[in-house]
């Protein structure tokens, strides 16, 4: 009896000990409270934003209405970091609406979700940049200008003026300034056709074209020197074609070079100032003549987008080399070769100049003009210019060759020798027998340089002495490097 009162007795403590559990519980979930609903006596404030871009070389650098760049708001005073970001703003996105002047404009979020606030409390700085990005990693902007055929894309700006802005209806003025810098090259042709001058195309190399922009402090790193695309070409007004190219500030341009090619022929400059500063404009006033080795005196200047300094410089165009070629590997092929003729056709490309060694058309059987022999150089060569030799062995048939006619082709094709191109053509006044080296040499010019495998010649009659009679004793090719 006593057990059971017991048990009883704990059983009830247990039922009013869940009791009371159940009851704080419920208590406590009464006691949940709701999201505070705004201050009606809070207004967020919207910021507003005007811009201005800086000018160059006297002239006003516009925005495009629609221009898009990228805003940071952070607590003032403090490096841009994710903690320093007031409320996630981070690289939001505005669209500029242009003033008058263009150099102005004012800016407003592209979407409602892009509007930047100000803080309740606090100051604030802001940092700018365009053009527009989606995606910033670590707060860096990469920056590539190998591809130059659209200069205002390429034209990075940064403004991080707005410091210590109190909230205000006021719009906040960023001022933004050039982070790389312009190359303007004005190409005048000193000579040769038109056509020669108006397929002119510019290429740089030896510069870096990738760099990456920190938008916390402002440092700019460039990458490694590798080609350009083509330049950009803006205007060809009469003789003068004008080039433009965005560069990456250095502070050495050693190894830079700028190729311009017109017809397959490449002059190149290598007069660019010693080293690039951002925000500043670098013009360059180039003459180039085909073929000539002409140095041309260039006027220059170099103007600060905001500021003009102006400077005048000599730079000399450097034409490429003109250079014997290496006839290693090549082969020769005629339309006939006299028994006699040691050591036959090759003897025209095996670098031997003597008496003894030569070419000889048939004449053991009378083979007649025209003659022909096709050096094939294994490779396409950028011919600048034929030298020939023709046989000066004191023989009564020696040193008849008159006509020199010159086709450089990637054709190997011998069946119509009469219908070659005849890129460059020579003749020789009078008979050879008997005459030195010199009297026998016959320099051609192919201008302008033509790029091709073979080298063709066709010998045509009558030889001075009125005959079927042609000899050659060595054929020298000279090419652009």
């Avoid at 023989?395 to 005849?422: E, H, M, Q, V």
Wanted: hydrophobic content about 40%; glycine content about 8%; overall charge negative.
């Amino acid at each position: 009896m006593k057990k059971q009162l017991v048990l009883n007795s704990a059983l009830v403590l247990l039922a009013i000990g869940l009791m009371t559990v159940i009851s704080c519980r419920k208590d406590h979930s009464d006691t949940i409270t709701p999201e505070p609903e705004p201050d009606p006596d809070i207004v967020e404030v919207a910021v507003q934003f005007s811009a201005q871009k800086s000018a160059i070389s006297g002239n006003v650098t516009t925005w495009t209405a629609g221009d898009k760049v990228g805003i940071y708001a952070l607590k003032a005073g403090e490096t841009l970091n994710w903690n320093s970001i007031v409320n996630g703003a981070s690289n939001r996105q505005y669209s500029a609406t242009p003033t008058n002047p263009a150099s102005s404009a004012t800016f407003g979020p592209v979407s409602a979700d892009q509007t930047i606030h100000y803080p309740e409390e606090g100051n604030v700085d802001f940092i700018a940049y365009s053009p527009y990005k989606s995606v910033i990693n670590d707060n860096v902007y990469p920056v590539n200008v190998i591809n130059q055929s659209n200069q205002a894309a390429l034209d990075v700006l940064m403004s991080n003026n707005a410091k210590n802005v109190v909230s205000s209806t006021n719009a906040v003025n960023l001022q933004f300034e050039h982070q790389l810098a312009k190359l303007v090259l004005h190409v005048k042709k000193g000579g040769g056709a038109d056509s020669y001058f108006s397929a002119m195309t510019a290429q740089l190399s030896g510069l870096a074209a990738t760099a990456t922009l920190s938008l916390a402090n402002g440092a700019l790193t460039a990458g490694s020197a590798e080609p350009f695309n083509a330049l950009k070409l803006t205007t060809v007004t009469g003789d003068v074609a004008t080039f433009e190219a965005t560069l990456i500030p250095t502070s050495s341009t050693a190894g830079n070079l700028v190729t311009f090619t017109a017809n397959g022929t490449e002059h190149t400059w290598v007069g660019l100032s010693a080293s690039i500063v951002k925000g500043n404009l670098y013009s360059y006033n180039v003459t180039i003549t085909p073929w000539e080795p002409v140095v041309a005196t260039i006027g220059g200047s170099i103007s600060a987008w905001t500021e003009e300094v102006t400077q005048n410089s000599t730079a000399n165009p450097k034409l490429p080399e003109l250079v014997k070629l290496d006839k290693t590997g090549w082969t020769a092929t005629a339309s006939s070769t006299d028994a006699s003729s040691l050591p036959g056709v090759e003897a025209v490309i095996d670098g031997v100049v003597d008496t003894l060694n030569y070419w000889l058309r048939d004449g053991g059987n009378w083979v007649a003009y025209p003659h022909w022999i096709i050096i094939d150089m294994k490779a396409p060569v950028k011919v600048g210019k034929i030298v020939t030799i023709r046989g000066f062995r004191n023989k009564s048939w020696f040193g008849l060759t008159r006509d020199l006619n010159y086709t450089i082709s990637d054709d190997p094709d011998f069946s119509n020798p009469t219908g070659w191109a005849d890129d460059v053509t020579g003749t020789y006044s009078g008979s050879g027998i008997g005459g030195d080296i010199e009297s026998n040499t016959k320099s051609l010019n192919v201008v302008p340089a033509i790029i091709g495998r073979y080298i063709k010649l066709r010998m045509d009659g009558p030889s001075t002495l009125g005959g079927h009679d042609a000899d050659i004793c060595e054929i020298d090719v000279y090419g652009w490097e």
